[in-house]
Each structure stands twice: as C-alpha cells, then as structure tokens.
C-alpha cells in the first residue's frame, strides 16, 4: 500500500501540488487558537508517534480545548491513516466521550 500510495504521489503535478499548498497548506490556514477554549464537544486529536511535529502541536491543542484527549498510534509518522487504518477505524467506532 505504501509503495502504491508513493507512485500515486510522484505522478502528482508539481504545479498543483504547489497550488494546493499556498491555499490549502498550515501556512494558508487562518489561526483559530484563541477559539479551541470555547469547543465544547468532545475532541480526539490522533497523531503519530514518530510525527514529533504534529505531536507537539496535538498536545498544545489538548492544553486548550476543555474536553480534549489524544491519542497517540505507535509505529505510525505524519500519514496515520495510511500506517494504521484500523486503529482510525476503531476510533471512529468507540463512543465519543471527553
């Protein structure tokens, strides 16, 4: 699957892929921090355990947001849903509780 997801990337335009992240990249995003205190529904934050990244930034999101938890996929990098289909699966599954 990987190897079948990384030639599917290769064949992507360059020219898209540069357009897709000016309006779709972290950079392009509009910064909603001061509004993560005002969520009130419960928020799952799944992130990988190799993904130092986004681990860190799931875990200042936690801080903020009242009913945040995090869940962290062993073995898994920046593309979970890719290294670890089924624990997403088993996620959206289970009861959404804070």
Do not use: N, S
């Not at 360059?14 to 993560?36: C, S």
């Not at 681990?55 to 062993?74: G, K, S, T």
Request: hydrophobic residues 55%; glycine residues 6%; charged residues 25%.
């Amino acid at each position: 699957m990987r190897r079948a997801r990384r030639a599917l990337r290769r064949r992507h335009d360059p020219l898209g892929l540069a357009q897709a992240l000016r309006v779709l990249g972290l950079g392009a995003m509009p910064d909603r921090t001061p509004d993560l205190a005002q969520l009130a529904l419960p928020v799952t934050l799944v992130v990988g355990a190799e993904d130092a990244k986004f681990r860190a930034l799931a875990r200042a999101m936690a801080a903020r947001v009242p009913h945040a938890r995090e869940v962290v996929v062993p073995g898994a990098g920046h593309d979970v849903l890719l290294a670890a289909p089924e624990r997403i699966a088993a996620l959206l599954r289970a009861p959404l509780a804070p």
